[in-house]
Nanobody, 126 residues
Framework: QVQLVESGGGSVAAGGSLTLSCTAS????????MGWFRQAPGKEHDAVAA???????KYVDSVKGRFTISRDNAKNTLSLQMTNLGPADDAMYYC????????????????????WGQGTQVTVSS
């Protein structure tokens, strides 16, 4: 089972930027589609972005043009570059590995992502 560890969260003023990283524990990282999710207090996990093993991308509308998901298979690392952050982006961010084919992973339903990291907090101050 792949182990995922996020880093890079922190506090930032509205309009600022952060880059999150997620490191996987094993070389089979390359076979997984990966995703970023976030969870605000009292709310469900919301999808943010996903990337297939081959590099296909998917974003939710609220982050298009502001967030960029990428992966470095040589380093078993997933990244999320976030710019122009606002209060709505304030949440705990999780990376997750999808256990299905891309046509299912691209729907970004938490139920098809069985492997999750522990999360990293992003706090945006207005």
């Amino acid at each position: 089972q792949v182990q995922l560890v996020e880093s890079g969260g922190g506090s930032v003023a509205a309009g600022g930027s952060l880059t999150l990283s997620c490191t996987a524990s094993e070389g089979t990282f390359t076979k997984y589609a990966m995703g970023w999710f976030r969870q605000a207090p009292g709310k469900e996990h919301d999808a943010v972005a996903a990337i297939s093993a081959g590099g296909s991308l998917k974003y939710v509308d609220s982050v298009k043009g502001r967030f960029t998901i990428s992966r470095d298979n040589a380093k078993n690392t997933l990244s999320l570059q976030m710019t122009n952050l606002g209060p709505a982006d304030d949440a705990m961010y999780y990376c997750a590995a999808c256990g299905e084919l891309w046509y299912k992973c691209v729907l970004m339903l938490p139920s098809v992502f069985p492997h999750w990291g522990q999360g990293t907090q992003v706090t945006v101050s207005s």
